[in-house]
């Protein structure tokens, strides 16, 4: 069966968690996985980004009341065999506000557990853990990936972000390194999983693309942290290698 929820938990702004996690659901998808993503990242909004048209529902909506939560799910055209649905943040700030409220928070959990019976995997874009939709998604996930860039900032902020996902009682299953080059794939010493740098005008997903060095890398993840055999082949010469 594997894992159903994942929350992949930035440590800091800028970690690049919003795109490892559609990374993830484009993999999941390429091997013929249903996936949901839910965007608990409400400040930053960058789900948001990956939704063509009109967004006239989002996740604030759901966690405030407004609408059900399937009326906030949007179909991702991925080339795969599977599918992904998002379910993005996009809100004036009045209603982001609404939505940060503790009864909103209790709100946003019921949502993720109702998308959990409609999908194989449900993917949670975290941000680091100081609000209450944040500690939500953390808690509600049955594992969590702590996402921090291979940077010294990276470094220093991991053991503040693991302190406090162990006083909510959601402790860190793993640390995810991105950004990494060639020569910083060991500056994140306790990053079971590195995966390299993805430029800001890459096409979104590469994971969909086997012959990039992302692709594999993705892979390798998602099937240690899901538990799950995606039976994904590559081009040789890519690093199948976490």
Request: with cysteine; hydrophobic share 45%; aromatic share 4%.
């Amino acid at each position: 069966m594997g894992v159903s929820t994942l929350a992949f938990v930035g440590c800091t702004g800028g970690a690049g968690t919003t795109r490892l996690t559609v990374e993830t659901a484009a993999t999941l998808a390429r091997g013929g996985r249903s996936v949901a993503v839910v965007d608990a990242a409400f400040g930053t909004q960058g789900l948001a980004t990956y939704v063509e048209g009109r967004l006239d529902a989002d996740v604030t909506a759901v966690a405030v009341g407004d609408v059900p939560v399937e009326d906030a799910l949007f179909e991702w055209e991925v080339d795969a065999d599977g599918r992904v649905a998002l379910c993005p943040a996009h809100a004036p700030f009045e209603r982001l506000a609404r939505a940060k409220t503790a009864e909103s928070a209790q709100a946003l959990e019921r949502a993720i557990e109702e998308v959990v019976g409609r999908f194989d995997h449900v993917l949670l874009d975290v941000p680091p853990v100081a609000s209450n939709q944040a500690v939500a998604a953390a808690t509600t996930a049955q594992r969590r990936a702590l996402v921090v860039p291979a940077s010294q900032r990276g470094s220093d902020l991991l053991p503040r972000q693991r302190g406090r996902l162990r006083d909510i009682g959601a402790p860190a299953s793993v640390v995810v390194a991105t950004r990494v080059h060639g020569e910083t794939r060991a500056s994140v010493e306790d990053a079971a999983h590195t995966i390299p740098h993805i430029g800001a005008d890459a096409p979104r997903p590469l994971a969909t693309e086997p012959d990039t060095d992302v692709a594999p890398t993705v892979a390798t993840m998602a099937e240690d942290l899901l538990e799950v055999d995606l039976g994904l082949t590559f081009e040789d010469g890519g690093l199948f290698t976490s």
